[in-house]
């Protein structure tokens, strides 16, 4: 039986796709649970769309896990977001030996727990070598953030006269970004049928095509990520052009 997989044309699979795994909390709520279970839910779902993206021989994944604005939401919350973190960092330092996927996370770590800060720079010297997928997680990420950070970078280096304003690039600015030196996505998916960005990645979605897709994060299968792939694959990019 041929099954949407077959229908994915290999020759244009995406190299980067980025998601903005959202609607977990509408998740936990429609069943009754408190919102940390649809939290707990979403985690399962990001292992089986990593997997599934490495198998497919996507290069990169980047994750919208934790925003700049989600600080905003009550202690409770952002507790059992950080934990969930925690868990899944441990599981995956657990069975380092035996994982193909690449892990690093992008945005700013400094509010970060410091033992998160701890596992993150295990889990990257872990999985540095790793052959498969480079999962990206964007954790106390804001577009601008990442954006005002990498303009500072290129500041200083004007400011130490290494460098003239006027010889500023656009390969300097995407450079200077957390994103550093991985294409910008061509695709980005969005769950739970919002159709914002959020601040996710700003500068590196220029000529991205856009999915909303309405599963709730949770629900998201396998089957969802190679239908929204055909659903890009058919859509006619022209970056300007004709
Ligand atoms: C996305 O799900 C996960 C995070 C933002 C951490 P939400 O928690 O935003 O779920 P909804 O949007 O309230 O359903
Ligand atoms: C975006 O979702 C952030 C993540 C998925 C991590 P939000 O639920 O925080 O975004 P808004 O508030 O609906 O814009
Ligand atoms: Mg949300």
């Known amino acids: 039986m041929k099954t949407l997989r077959d229908e994915i044309d290999m020759e244009k699979l995406p190299v980067h796709i980025a998601i903005i795994m959202d609607g977990n909390g ?6 009754f649970l408190p919102r940390k279970f649809g939290h707990k839910a979403g985690a399962d779902t990001l292992e089986n769309i990593t997997k599934a993206a490495d198998k497919l021989g996507v290069k990169h994944l980047t994750v919208y896990a934790f925003s700049t604005e989600n600080w905003k939401r009550t202690e409770e919350e952002v507790k059992g977001i950080m934990d969930l973190l925690r868990s899944y960092l441990d599981r995956y330092i ?12 992008i945005g700013e770590k400094s509010r970060l727990d410091a033992d998160i800060q701890e ?20 954790l106390n990420y804001g577009g601008r953030d990442d954006i005002l950070r990498g303009i500072q970078k290129i500041a200083k280096k004007v400011e130490a006269g290494e460098l ?33 960005i959020s601040n996710f990645l700003l500068w590196q979605i220029a000529y991205s095509e856009f999915v909303f897709n309405k599963k709730l994060w949770p629900d998201y299968t396998e089957e969802d990520l190679y239908e929204d792939i055909c659903y890009y694959q058919n859509r006619d990019r022209r970056f300007g052009g004709r």
């Open 164 to 196: 003239k304003a006027d010889d500023i690039t656009e390969e300097m600015i995407s450079e200077s970004l957390d994103t550093g030196f991985y294409p910008d996505p061509e695709l980005v998916i969005r769950t739970s049928g919002e159709e914002r």
């Open 119 to 138: 596992k993150i720079k295990k889990i990257e010297i872990l999985s540095a070598d790793k052959p498969g997928l480079n999962l990206h997680i964007a």
């Open 26 to 31: 509408r998740w936990a709520k429609k069943r």
């Open 94 to 105: 657990a069975k380092a030996d035996k994982e193909n996927i690449k892990i690093d996370i």
